[in-house]
């Protein structure tokens, strides 16, 4: 279940004139910390998902099967490069060049949804006893031609947010690498231990597991919302 996150930002000089009759030199990118760019990254995921325009386009993305061949230019279409360029220039007056696997960006997404439209409720009711879902519902065209590493994956992150919805809820919640993000990762650690088979080990990034528990944790609470309602009802 190992998954390499391929994730670089770049920052480059601001493109506005200096108030100086010399024009500027342009200085060359550099790449920002590997912390730092995560955190730049859950921000670039929830701007996107908070623009009403790119709903379809990450939609669409999300439910393309991962390393089919319109898998890249569906994750093209659901990024918006304004989100990025407003950020970086409110944070250093400058602009940001990024280069990101549609891998990566697919598991910033769905901690974004989550903390979009489940942030302020919380994990809802029921949802640790919902059944399993549908992964052939997931995708367009089925699942049978999803990657072999995708499905363990996908079930581990399941079980990880059945087991601790509200210790998931705080790790989505955090900041990627602060240290609310660490408590969480630590009171997981044994609904990460119990969802490993006897003699399994895994290897995974807080970015994977942010990845794994968020589409996981946002598709159950999709999920568990009519079933809360008609309790309630």
Known sequence: MHRGHSLLFLAATSLAAPMSAR???PQEP?????????????GYADCVVSRKSFRKPVAAFLRTVPGSPSYFPTALKAADMTCL??????RRASKLE??????????ALYPALYRRDFGKLGPPAGLVDLQ?????????GGSASLPAEYKPGRAFGDCVARKAPQDVHALLM?????????AAVGKLKPALGYCLSNGQTVKLSRGALRGFTGEAMYKLAVAAQPVAAKKAG
């Open 132 to 140: 399993p879902l549908s992964l052939a519902a997931e995708f367009e």
């Open 23 to 25: 024009p500027a030199t």
């Open 174 to 182: 955090a900041e990627p690498y602060s240290g609310a993000e660490t």
């Open 98 to 107: 990024m280069k990101i696997q549609p891998d990566t960006f697919r598991d």
């Open 30 to 42: 550099q790449a920002i910390p590997v912390q730092e760019a995560q955190v730049e990254l859950a």
């Open 85 to 90: 360029n407003a950020a970086a220039m409110r």
